[in-house]
């Protein structure tokens, strides 16, 4: 059978939008002499459509828009991701479903079964899981349809697995003879490579072509990476579609012949990748076209800087220089080296006329000085007022500049550098972002070295340096990533780190910090534990206080 794999980006809850997308893919399938027309999950309401599916006019929308679709098709058969209804069911009555179509009807509607309800996914919210799962025969082949997650939990690869049900295993069972999997699966460094060896040894211990297609696009703070993939009965790959863009794959189930393929680059390139494609997805989706960055002179807004002159281009990016009577010389300099290396406009505006005028108000309806960190935080808050300044006044987004490892401890100013539109470092950790500076540099230099090198400081103080108020940032990182993304426990991560008091001071800096987070712009998540949707917990609580 030869099977047409179209990876889409559909806008969630731009159904016309959606369908058109569909129609011009079933289009191009038909003209490749395709048997069948596959697209991702969902891909007809975008993923994840969230409290959209609550709305009962949205439903009705998609279900007419589902029968527009079913009545573009011939003998070539159209299979896509949508919501379907059963009032038959206890509960949402909703579906996460497979619709094919063919001469001119819904022929067969396969709804998910294996509902995730962990990380970034909360579908037990909305939808409910299949009563059974069943085969499809089509053109001499039995089809075996399943959606996204029905697939994760192949006993073969996975030491232990989430649910108790395969339900891909059952439609082996039932004499499937084509796997056909539609997904909407968000990357994060290192998933590529896994879905490639689960999907490998699922075709090749039952014998099996499966045809995987998957979405692309960024959906707020989820990026998916596209990089759809097809395996004959061996568990070769056959087919790899491409990252960070839309693509057309045709696959032949029966003759296609092992390729190959790097399927994941290395950390530093895949990174950067993402957070560019972030970045250039979020401005086209939210229709803005130029983004505002305060420079400091330091590591972080730098990089936030290139992005998006990778992501936007260099004539749609203006920074803002800020100094106050704590910058050094330094971030200045450094700063104006890294606008022309870049090429982009900038603003000079010192903030300490505003700092002292407010000091000045303040020390009278307070009655007394401003304590220190009352006087550092209003500095970064007028920052912020800055920017949002330049933001309201010429159409600009700002680009907030934390990395993860200021995110986790709380070492940013609620309503001052936390102020923007998209936090896209906020996943990446401080001591990571020296890996990728450098992997920018390779050919030549681009970030300044000097920008590279120095200490770490806010610069709202003398001689201020991070390191006064945080453990070095190697061993910061290391902790926060046994805690965050690891899940390790106290005294599995003292066991390692050998230093309670520094491994009690930065989870409780962690957990009191919530609240900022809570707050804090959408963060493009590149890692298996990214701050916000993914990672809920309590700001007000009494675990380790």
């Not at 009965?233 to 491409?242: Q, S, W």
Request: aromatic share 10%; glycine share 6%; charged share 30%.
């Amino acid at each position: 059978m030869k099977i047409a794999l179209c990876q889409i980006n559909p806008i969630i809850g731009n159904l016309e939008y959606n369908k058109d997308k569909i129609i011009k893919g079933y289009e191009r399938g038909v003209k490749a002499k395709a048997d069948l027309v596959i697209f991702p999950e969902l891909s007809l309401v975008g993923y994840p459509p969230l409290d959209l599916v609550e709305k009962e006019e949205f439903r009705i929308a998609v279900n007419k828009k589902i029968n527009e679709l079913a009545k573009i098709t011939g003998d070539v058969g159209l299979l896509f991701g949508a919501i379907t209804e059963d009032d038959d069911l206890i509960g949402t009555n909703i579906h996460n479903s497979a619709v094919l179509c063919y001469n001119g009807e819904v022929q067969f509607i396969q709804p998910k079964s294996l509902i995730p309800n962990y990380d970034v996914f909360d579908e037990m919210r909305y939808f409910e899981a299949a009563k059974g799962v069943f085969v499809h025969e089509f053109k001499g082949e039995k089809l075996g349809i399943s959606v996204c997650e029905d697939i994760w939990n192949d006993a073969d690869y996975w030491y232990r697995r989430r649910y108790s049900e395969d339900p891909v295993e059952k439609l082996m069972k039932k004499g499937a003879s084509i796997l056909i999997n539609i997904s909407a699966s968000p990357y994060s460094f290192g998933k590529r490579k896994e879905r490639l060896e689960m999907l490998s040894i699922l075709c090749e211990q039952n014998k099996l072509p499966l045809a995987y297609v998957c979405s692309v696009g960024v959906q707020t703070d989820l990026v998916f990476d596209g990089a759809s993939m097809c395996f004959d009965k061996k568990g070769k790959l056959a087919r790899l579609g491409a990252t960070y863009k839309e693509d057309f794959i045709l696959f032949d189930t029966e003759h296609d012949e092992e390729i190959k393929a790097v399927v994941e680059k290395s950390f530093e390139e895949e990174v950067l990748s993402s957070l560019i494609y972030g970045v250039r997805e979020y401005f086209e989706k939210m229709k803005f076209k130029k983004a505002v960055v305060g420079l400091s002179g330091g590591l972080d807004s730098a990089f936030v800087t290139y992005i998006g002159v990778e992501a936007l281009g260099k004539e749609n990016i203006h920074v803002v220089l800020m100094p106050s009577k704590y910058s050094s010389g330094g971030s200045v300099t450094d700063s104006e080296k890294l606008i022309k290396n870049l090429g982009i406009s900038s603003t000079n505006v010192s903030i300490q006329p505003v700092v002292e005028e407010a000091l000045k108000q303040l020390s009278q309806k307070l009655e007394k000085k401003p304590a220190k960190l009352t006087e550092e935080n209003i500095q970064a808050r007028i920052r912020g007022v800055y920017l949002m300044a330049f933001s309201n006044n010429d159409n600009y987004l700002v680009l907030t500049t934390g990395n993860k490892s200021e995110l986790a401890v709380g070492y940013c100013t609620l309503y001052g550098d936390m102020s923007g539109s998209l936090a896209v470092i906020a996943d990446v950790y401080k001591s990571d972002l020296y890996r990728i500076a450098n992997f920018i540099n390779r050919k030549k230099e681009i970030i300044p070295k000097e920008i590279i090198t120095k200490a770490p400081s806010a610069e709202l103080s003398p001689n201020q340096k991070d390191q006064d108020d945080l453990p070095p940032y190697e061993l910061l990182d290391k902790i926060l990533k046994m805690y965050l993304e690891e899940n390790k426990e106290y005294n599995e991560i003292t066991s390692i780190i050998k230093d309670d008091k520094v491994v009690k001071k930065v989870l409780r800096m962690v957990d009191l910090n919530e609240f900022k987070r809570r707050q804090a712009a959408p963060a493009l998540r590149v890692s298996r534990k990214a701050f916000g949707y993914g990672r809920r917990y309590p700001i007000v609580q009494g675990w380790r206080n």
